[in-house]
């Protein structure tokens, strides 16, 4: 089992960068393709990027490409999002999760086992 504490959200300006870190417990870290969503207010939980456990496999959804980067390390048990030219609709709760499997990465925050509390990312035009 892991447990995942996000930090890092914030308030920010259109084209200001952020970046969200989530720290994981436990020793098994390594074995879990890594991967961050978000949801904003009334709307369904959206992925947004994920790692594997080697870093071979890193997808991110169009609206963020080229914007953001996830990165993690294994020693330190973390993952972080660098949020940069940041727009008013990346404003969202994001969400770090986890899933302890090998393959391919899911998109569906339904094949996730594992989240964090959330943090709150806001953008201001």
């Known amino acids: 089992q892991v447990q995942l504490v996000e930090s890092g959200g914030g308030l920010a300006q259109a084209g200001g960068s952020l970046r969200l870190s989530c720290a994981a417990s436990?020793?098994?870290?390594?074995?879990?393709?890594m991967a961050w969503f978000r949801q904003a207010p009334g709307k369904e939980r959206e992925f947004v990027a994920a790692?594997?456990?080697?870093?071979?496999?890193?997808r991110y959804t169009d609206s963020v490409k080229g914007r953001f980067t996830i990165s993690r390390d294994n020693a330190k048990n973390t993952v972080d999002l660098q949020m940069n030219s940041l727009k008013p609709e990346d404003t969202a709760d994001y969400y770090c999760?986890?899933?302890?499997?090998?393959?391919?990465?899911?998109?569906?925050?339904?094949?996730?086992?594992?989240w964090g509390q959330g943090t709150q990312v806001t953008v201001s035009s």
């Open positions: 999760a986890a899933v302890g499997r090998w393959g391919s990465i899911s998109l569906d925050h339904r094949d996730y086992d594992y």
């Open positions: 436990g020793r098994t870290f390594s074995r879990y393709i």
């Open positions: 790692i594997s456990q080697n870093d071979f496999i890193i």
